[in-house]
């Protein structure tokens, strides 16, 4: 893997919290994570860190690559607390727009720094009106993260340009109920990368990690076996 998009496509259901986990976990492979959320960046007001270096300047760097250089030199947060490496994005949505657009334009400098370590996207809310739409075709492997209700699957199901996108797509299950991992797959027609622990802390303890764990695995694995999804079925109310 070297681009991981982590994405929904309706309300909240803990992309970020999944994508600082594996940016954590991720780590001894040199994992990044790149806040790429179109309705502005959270993380530096969180943490308490300053917002550039950032997504801007990575952006630029990456449309105008410098030969031999890491286009990550020098980008980089570290957050002692949660364990990760971070490209913070402006709080502005129209700031993190233009830098979404210039990165699109510039998938080579995407790749090009993906090829060194796994990148995680954390795209937020994705649908094709929204300004980071065009990163999810730069992604190797795009990772929708839904709950395990009616209405998320519902919204999920409707969302048909997941089965186009062209690098490899599945679904992270957040385990709110009532539907199960393979009640999900048959709704969604997608790869299951995993389930894990509904919260909106983050993902540690001993269940959390394994978890975490499971989809870091699977989305690591360069050569899957084909997967013949099913044919989406109706999600029925219980």
Partial sequence: MSVIGVCSVKGAPGVTVLATALAAHGQSAGAVLIEADAAGGDLALKFGIGQNPGLAQFA?????????????????????????????????????????????????????????????????RVDPRSPGFALVESCDVLCLVVRGDLAS???????????????????????????????AADALALLHLGTVPFGRRPLTGRRGARAVGAVWDALSETNPEPVTAPEPAQVSTR
Avoid: K, M, N
């Fill in 153 to 183: 699957l519902g919204h999920a199901r409707e969302a048909t340009w997941l089965a186009e996108t062209p690098g490899r797509s599945g679904f992270v299950l957040v385990d709110t109920g009532p539907y199960r991992a393979h009640e």
């Fill in 60 to 124: 630029a760097r990456a449309r105008h690559p410098a030969p031999g250089r890491d286009v990550l030199d020098g980008l980089t947060s570290r957050i002692a607390s949660q364990a990760f490496d971070l490209v913070p994005a402006p709080v502005e949505p129209a700031a993190v727009a233009a830098s979404l657009g210039a990165l699109a334009a510039s998938p080579g400098g995407l790749a090009a720094a993906g090829r060194r370590r796994p990148l995680i996207l954390d795209l937020g």
